[in-house]
């Protein structure tokens, strides 16, 4: 996911967005725990969306305060 395509979303689509994958990140990590786990990558990858996801929304949220 770019983050090009993560600024044309609205506030309230990112937030649905991190909400995925905040649960995605939960069952990779359970998968973990209980050994079930194939492709460890994802969880990288996971948690750098989830960070992008963060970046974009602070960044929504300056904008609109800056012009408030």
């Not at 909400?19 to 990288?44: C, V």
């Amino acid at each position: 996911m770019s983050a090009q395509e993560l600024r044309d979303k609205t506030p309230d689509q990112l937030r649905d967005e991190l909400t995925t994958l905040k649960k995605e990140a939960f069952n990779l990590r359970f998968q973990q725990a209980t050994g079930q786990l194939e492709n460890t990558a994802r969880m990288r990858t996971v948690r750098r969306d989830i960070a992008r996801v963060k970046t974009i929304l602070n960044e929504k949220a300056a904008g609109a305060a800056a012009e408030a």
